[in-house]
């Protein structure tokens, strides 16, 4: 396979003028995989009627907990919705600061919002994007109840250095796992190093479900509180009502949120699930060839995966650097663009944003090495959906581009 695309690469693009793919063939950034056993699940669903929450959302749950190996699963319709309720069983409320990174999606920071408690952001280790420790604990207060760390990319946060500093404050983590499901850390599985780890299964996530989440938890008691708050604070097993069991009261014992996955949700996960390792695989093949590919040109290719760690391959960012590439970041994305090749940007640092700025003061400046990044970066196509000829023609179109 490998010297097969290897080959395809170094073939000359036939006519500079042309585009290297046709925009009829415009590579979609992400697009998932999806299998007949993805479809044939799906169309089970429609045809039994049972479309909402029910028996494939708990088998998900079941596998999905196993493949972790972790105590307790709770399925809900996103990443973000796993993580406020998360803060919310976590006890995390208004007068609480909670602190993460700098260079996330804003879901990591909106969900500490949502649960009425102040973000406080830390900046990232240049090499690895992940969330520095040092600067977590030169932000720890009195009023700091947890860490949310972000697996960035896939690649393990410095879970050591990150826990050791929890103990020592008695803070709780919830760990951010949307780019996370296959990553290792030093053996452990990311999602299970505090009390909650929350996955996306968001349509260009590892495991792809269109909309979709999962919180993982070590205790039992969380589990069962994070149930009722994902649907409408009612009592536990609510969604049975409707089962072939006969009609059940239910109770309301908080106001809860309508955050359940449905089944026709999980009828995808299930099978995706299934193909997980067998996507990071190609995923990892993917890595290595635009590792060695893209190597001699004026780009900053990612960090390789850290020893002890597995990484999971979710996103392969570059930097473009305006002086040495001679282009700017902005350029690069709109000339892959009219290569039609779909890129993607992970991410602009969270302070750059006006709301957060309005709200919370927070200068980009203050935050340099995720502000610097957040303005370089651009993450290329890296899906098992991928074809050799993708791949050769992702690796064609970065050459043709820095080379204009
Ligand atoms: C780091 C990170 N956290 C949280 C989320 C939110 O995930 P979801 O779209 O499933 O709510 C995402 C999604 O892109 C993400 O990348």
Not at 323 to 333: C, K
């Amino acid at each position: 396979m490998a010297s097969t695309e290897s080959d395809a690469i170094g073939s000359p693009a036939s006519n500079p003028a042309e585009p290297i793919r046709s925009s009829k063939d415009f590579l979609i950034f992400g697009a998932p995989l999806i299998g007949d056993e993805e479809k044939r699940e799906v169309l089970d669903c429609l045809e039994t009627g049972w479309l909402g929450t029910g028996p494939k959302v708990a088998q998900l749950e079941r596998e999905f907990r196993d493949y972790k190996g972790a105590p307790y699963a709770v399925a809900v319709n996103s990443c973000t919705a796993a993580l406020h309720l998360s803060m919310l069983a976590a006890g995390i409320g208004p007068g609480d600061e909670v602190i993460t990174t700098a260079l996330t999606f804003c879901a990591t920071v909106n969900a500490i919002i949502h649960a009425g408690a102040e973000p406080v952001l830390a900046d990232v280790n240049p090499a690895t994007l992940n969330i520095d420790p040092r600067e977590v604990a030169a932000k720890i207060t009195s009023r700091t109840k947890a860490i949310v760390p972000v697996h960035f990319a896939g690649r393990a946060c410095d879970m050591d250095a990150l826990v050791t500093i929890t103990r020592r404050h008695g803070l709780m983590i919830i760990e951010d796992c949307a780019h996370a499901v296959e990553t290792t850390y030093k053996g452990k599985q990311a999602g299970t190093f505090g009390s909650f780890g929350c996955f996306s299964f968001y349509v260009t996530k590892n495991m792809a479900t269109g909309e979709g989440g999962m919180i993982l938890t070590m205790d039992e008691r969380y589990a069962d509180r994070l149930k009722i708050l994902a649907l409408h604070g009612m009592s536990k097993d609510a969604w049975r009502r409707f089962s072939d069991e006969g009609y059940k009261h239910y109770y309301v014992v908080e106001c809860g949120y309508k955050y359940n996955m449905m089944d026709l949700q999980a009828a995808i996960g299930i099978h995706q699930l299934h193909r997980i390792e067998m996507n990071w695989e190609r995923r990892q093949e993917i890595w290595a060839i635009y590792q060695r590919e893209l190597s001699g040109l004026p780009l900053t290719l990612p960090a390789e995966p850290d020893q002890g760690t597995r990484h999971s391959y979710h996103l392969y960012t570059v930097l473009v650097d305006s002086e040495r590439a001679r282009l700017t970041r902005d350029q690069f994305i709109s000339d892959m663009t009219a290569e039609n090749i779909g890129v993607g940007v992970h991410y602009q640092s969270i302070p750059v944003h006006p709301y957060y700025q309005e709200r919370f003061g927070w200068r980009p400046e203050d935050y340099p090495h995720s502000l610097r990044i957040g303005q370089q970066t651009v993450s290329l196509p890296l899906s098992a959906k991928l074809t050799s000829r993708d791949v050769s023609d992702v690796v064609r179109a970065v050459r043709k581009v820095l080379n204009r």
